[in-house]
């Protein structure tokens, strides 16, 4: 299928996939009903104006309440001065400007080449990513945390790193899993950055303690450790590898450990080699994957991660792989082994999104050719990329075949460089398969809205 050559052409196709999205949105995956952000809501509420202790909070009805760390909550604070709508309508907001800073810094320079035909489409791949159908579903925080850790790499790539760091110390406070980042600027030798890092986390997780002390104490003695509290360890929406352990029927802490020093073995050694060829862009990308894997619980709204990856995969030159990955990440699959994931299709199936990570995390492309543009290079605002790597980088895309392309362009949001070419040759929309026709967990209509509690029968 050939993308048209006018504008008006160009319009309809834009038109159909809208439409097309927004009819696979709105009947086939079951929207969450802002479940975490009632929680966030629900918790300063209680805390700021009936006096309540922020981890004594529950959604009423439900076993769920707040388990982020004690700063989460303080930064959450002005929330408890509005009306759940306007909450509601301020967290949309706010995750769609994190997904533009998300995809501008992953664009790269030459953003602006791509035009309103190929950021369309982008628009149109991204609705059908499920983590990021479902971060937005949610209310949750993700998006505004990648956008916080991938601009310390815009700021340390592009010679602004006076300020590099604050967003990965913000983002340690506000959730655990970031901290990973400090790994990364201690592997890549960025020891002022990473100093920074840790002082801004250390400042912001005091400032809670002077603001919720008793908070604070439970939390770092207590909830930390206790992972019930966030939900089960083998539920299906669990797709870190502790929650491949915990569907095999091995929930012991030592062997998760040993396959977590494993992989933190793997993270090490290709993240210096990308530092080492100035590839930050794959050296976020591979510590985002690495924390989606070692985090004992990793819910399928936490792969939003992914998202730089899919950007590294177009710039090397493997399209054809980021829109396969990423077509089956908006597919909803796990889904299928909801109720029984035993047998060796359970194991393969409902795994399948932690596969796509550690398969990301082992193989992902480090380090670029002489001369080709890279969004997170030292020089990348002031280098020209070489012809000759532009030329067969954009023949190889232009050769897709339309779904490829869109889920690509899905996957990548834009990876800079010359040859991914989203505004002439994405042209349809990513949409994998849908998922089967039974009710999924944490739906609007089903949940006690847990990530542990099944929904009653249908």
């Known amino acids: 299928m050939r993308t048209p050559t006018t504008d008006r052409g160009r319009l309809l196709l834009v038109l159909t996939l809208a439409t097309t999205v927004t009819v696979f949105t709105a009947t086939v995956p079951l929207l969450r009903d802002w479940f975490d952000l009632r929680v966030y809501y629900g918790t300063v509420h209680t805390w700021l104006h009936h006096g309540g202790r922020i981890y004594d909070y529950h959604v009423p009805g439900t076993t769920y309440g707040f388990t982020y760390p004690p700063f989460a909550a303080v930064s959450m604070a002005p929330m408890g001065y509005l009306g759940l709508g306007t909450a509601i309508v301020a967290a949309l907001v706010l995750n769609l400007v994190a997904l533009a800073v998300v995809l501008r810094i992953l664009a790269g320079p030459g953003w602006r080449r791509y035009g309103w035909f190929g950021w369309a489409l982008v628009a149109c791949g991204l609705a059908l990513f499920e983590p990021l159908r479902d971060t937005f579903s949610f209310g949750q925080v993700n998006l505004l945390l990648l956008a916080l850790v991938l601009g310390d790499g815009w700021l340390l790539s592009t010679g602004r790193g006076r300020w590099a760091g604050v967003g990965i110390g913000l983002a340690a406070a506000i959730k655990l899993t970031p901290a990973l980042f400090i790994g990364l600027l201690l592997v890549a030798r960025r020891w002022k950055a990473a100093a920074v890092a840790t002082a801004v986390a250390l400042a912001a997780t005091g400032l809670a303690v002077l603001v919720v002390p008793d908070a604070s104490k439970f939390y770092w003695t207590h909830a930390v450790w206790d992972t019930t509290r966030v939900g089960r360890l083998d539920y299906v929406s669990n797709q870190s590898l502790q929650g491949v352990l915990a569907r095999l029927g091995e929930t012991g802490r030592p062997l998760w450990a040993t396959v977590v020093l494993l992989v933190l073995c793997v993270w090490a050694v290709r993240v210096r080699r990308a530092v080492v060829a100035g590839d ?27 998202l730089p990856s899919f950007a590294v995969l177009v710039r090397a030159g493997h399209p054809r792989i980021a829109g396969a990955l990423y077509a089956v990440m908006c597919t909803s699959v796990v889904w299928l082994w909801f109720d029984d994931s035993s047998g060796i299709d359970g194991f393969l199936g409902s795994n399948t999104y932690t596969w796509i990570t ?13 001369g080709s543009r890279r969004p997170f290079s030292r020089n990348a605002s002031t280098t020209a990329p ?39 040759n994405a042209s349809s929309e990513p949409t994998g398969s849908t998922r089967p026709a039974a009710a999924k967990p944490q739906s609007s209509s089903s949940r006690a809205s847990s990530y542990t509690v099944k929904p009653p029968p249908a």
């Open 386 to 424: 070489a012809p000759s790597t532009a030329a067969p980088t954009t023949a190889a895309v232009s050769a897709q075949p339309g779904p490829s392309s869109a889920a690509t362009a899905a996957a990548t949001g834009t990876a800079a460089g010359p040859g991914l070419g989203l505004a002439r």
């Open 358 to 370: 550690l398969g990301l995390l082992l193989w992902l492309p480090t380090g670029q050719a002489p």
């Open 280 to 306: 930050w862009t794959a050296a976020f990308a591979l510590t985002g994957l690495t924390a989606c894997l070692i985090s004992p619980i990793t819910w399928v709204h936490h792969l939003v991660w992914l």
